[in-house]
């Protein structure tokens, strides 16, 4: 088993993650607007049911990316010419849709290793060995940390050719500004001529959408619901998980799906790790995450003000999302 714990986040403590999840929450609570980061979905719980949902009817982004990444790898493998690369992956997770992309370049080419990046120790230890299993031929070094502080590891340990993979839309998670300031980061850390696969959910019919975000069995509002309970669980809060509902809606205005939680009554809530007692009115709202939509123009606008040409935009057969193929260009002029 291969893989490199970043020191930056060996010390990390137990007591210094508690300690910023508890500041995260009274900064969250103590807004005019109560909100909370959706990082904090995915703790154990969390991270079980969103694989739950990825598999729903009706949320299709999933499905869709697996579809473009089952019919790209040979396309995919043309950009990349006849030279040694190295896959990089930010944020791997379970590395499903990613082995259909390995399994397909690795019957094009020979010349290339896999590099998936996680926060989470534990996913990538089991990616490394399910595919030391699947994909004996390939090598896998796993590293543990975060996006940039592990590609400025890279940067510093190889000059091998690039081709980075951010799959899933977790570029969603980021309003406009925000996501071409994370998009010109990544492309600092990058070589003239790398490559970046990055995947874009498209905006579609709003029904769509909403279904995709308030599914009929619930397991949506369930992993949103969560995160009350690890407030529980962790900062010793004494929410009452029934007296919340779910609610994910569409804001036209911002191109985004908006999920919240909203309180159903006048209810007061302590947790005991602020000592602070919170005050929630009879159907006011925690804001959970933003999600944004798409349009292939605003994968063009983002690539051109971040330093990436586009190559190519792979979309899936219902046209509901898109891969790009984006090349660094090291030309363009820093601001």
């Known amino acids: 088993m291969t893989y490199l714990v970043l020191d930056s986040l060996r010390h990390q403590t137990e007591d210094a993650?508690?300690?910023?999840?508890?500041?995260?929450?009274?900064?969250?609570?103590?807004?005019?607007?109560?909100y909370l980061p959706s990082k904090y979905f995915y703790d154990a719980k969390g991270s079980r049911l969103f694989e739950q949902i990825t598999e729903l009817e009706e949320y299709y982004p999933t499905r869709c990316e697996f579809e473009i990444l089952n019919r790209v790898g040979g396309e995919l493998a043309e950009f990349l010419e006849d030279e040694p690369f190295e896959i990089v992956e930010l944020g791997a997770g379970d590395g499903r849709k990613t082995k259909v992309l390995l399994t397909q370049l690795l019957e094009t080419t020979k010349q290339f290793s896999y590099i998936p990046i996680d926060i989470c120790e534990t996913a990538i230890a089991n990616l490394v060995e399910s595919l030391n299993q699947s994909h004996p031929s390939l090598t896998t070094h796993g590293i543990v940390g975060d996006y940039f502080a592990s590609i400025r590891h890279l940067e510093n340990t190889s000059d091998s050719r690039k081709l980075v993979l951010l799959l899933g839309s977790?570029?969603?998670?980021?309003?406009?500004?925000?996501?071409?300031?994370?998009?010109?980061?990544?492309?600092?850390?990058?070589?003239?001529?790398?490559?970046?696969?990055?995947?874009?959910?498209?905006?579609?019919?709003?029904?769509?959408?909403?279904?995709?975000?308030?599914?009929?069995?619930?397991?949506t509002r369930d992993f949103n619901l969560n995160v009350l309970t690890r407030i529980n669980n962790e900062l010793a809060g004494d929410f009452d998980v029934s007296r919340f509902s779910h609610h994910g809606?569409?804001?036209?205005?911002?191109?985004?799906?908006?999920?919240?939680?909203?309180?159903?009554?006048?209810?007061?809530?302590?947790?005991?790790?602020?000592?602070?007692?919170?005050?929630?009115?009879?159907y006011e709202a925690i804001h959970l995450e933003l999600s944004h939509k798409y349009l292939l123009s605003d994968m063009q606008q983002l690539a051109d003000q971040t330093g990436f040409t586009v190559l190519n935009n792979w979309q899936d057969s219902q046209g509901y999302f898109a891969d790009g193929l984006w090349r660094v260009n090291k030309d363009f002029p820093e601001s």
């Open 249 to 282: 809606m569409y804001n036209p205005r911002h191109g985004a799906m908006e999920s919240y939680l909203i309180s159903l009554e006048h209810q007061e809530v302590h947790i005991g790790a602020l000592e602070k007692t919170f005050e929630f009115k009879p």
């Open 17 to 34: 993650l508690n300690e910023q999840f508890a500041f995260d929450v009274l900064m969250g609570f103590s807004a005019p607007a109560k």
């Open 170 to 219: 977790n570029i969603g998670n980021f309003d406009f500004p925000s996501a071409k300031r994370f998009l010109h980061s990544i492309w600092k850390c990058l070589n003239h001529n790398d490559l970046f696969l990055i995947g874009f959910d498209l905006k579609k019919d709003i029904e769509v959408l909403t279904k995709a975000y308030n599914d009929k069995r619930g397991v």
